[in-house]
T-cell receptor
Framework: EAGVAQSPRYKIIEKRQSVAFWCNPI?????LYWYQQILGQGPKLLIQ????????DSQLPKDRFSAERLKGVDSTLKIQPAKLEDSAVYLC???????????????FGPGTRLTVL | AQKITQTQPGMFVQEKEAVTLDCTYD???????LFWYKQPSSGEMIFLIY??????QNATEGRYSLNFQKARKSANLVISASQLGDSAMYFC????????????????FGQGTILTVHP
């Protein structure tokens, strides 16, 4: 079974530029998550989708970050314009049952390492 | 208050010995899940083991076991017979129900513990 796919793996941009990350979850997984992991910290949720609806985007900086999951499968996370503090690893995860079960395991992709200069 | 606390920034262990990584958590929800993930230098988060709040027995997965002490709100990870490939960052995480509802939300992670296995 293929895991969570993410691209690109690395991205370097100047501040105020825009950038987009792509994620394809494990086949059949209803729930998709985007996490931001700043160096030396644990990941923090940016947004959670259940199929193509948003469950939680309370920690998404909506003035510059946006995300979509139009057909309930793959997802795109965009930053526009980027700031220096956005330098981090952006992790995508997916899970089968989503919000219904606390036991539902989230499986992570390899991440995209973003550097903003 | 921190929801997940990992008090050991770094741990060292000799190859083939056992090591315990500490995790304490804070929640008022009686229904929750506790997870441990491994993050090697490559960056990917690898799921290791899960413990549900209502599980009567401690979880085990191969060389990994979870020492779950509900009253103390601790969920320590025990790695037996350490291997060089176990050197990585280890994260404890908790999943609770979204406040006011019955649906489960995000994972909340601790700060992590860097484990180094010496030959």
């Amino acid at each position: 079974e293929a895991g969570v796919a993410q691209s690109p793996r690395y991205k370097i941009i100047e501040k105020r530029q825009s950038v987009a990350f792509w994620c394809n979850p494990i086949s059949g997984h209803a729930t998709l998550y985007w996490y931001q992991q700043i160096l030396g910290q644990g990941p923090k949720l940016l947004i959670q989708f259940q199929n193509n609806g948003v469950v939680d985007d309370s920690q998404l900086p909506k003035d510059r970050f946006s995300a979509e999951r139009l057909k309930g499968v793959d997802s795109t996370l965009k930053i526009q314009p980027a700031k220096l503090e956005d330098s981090a690893v952006y992790l995508c995860a997916s899970s089968l049952a989503g919000t219904r079960r606390g036991t539902d395991t989230q499986y992570f992709g390899p991440g995209t390492r973003l550097t903003v200069l | 208050a921190q929801k997940i606390t990992q008090t050991q920034p770094g741990m060292f262990v000799q190859e083939k010995e056992a090591v315990t990584l500490d995790c304490t958590y804070d929640t008022s929800d009686p229904s929750y899940g506790l997870f441990w993930y491994k993050q090697p230098s490559s960056g990917e988060m690898i799921f290791l083991i899960y413990q549900g709040s209502y599980d009567q027995q401690n979880a085990t997965e191969g060389r990994y076991s979870l020492n779950f002490q509900k009253a103390r709100k601790s969920a320590n990870l025990v790695i037996s017979a350490s291997q060089l490939g176990d050197s990585a960052m280890y994260f404890c995480a908790m999943r609770e129900r979204i406040p006011g509802g019955t649906s489960y939300g995000k994972l909340t992670f601790g700060q992590g513990t860097i484990l180094t296995v010496h030959p």
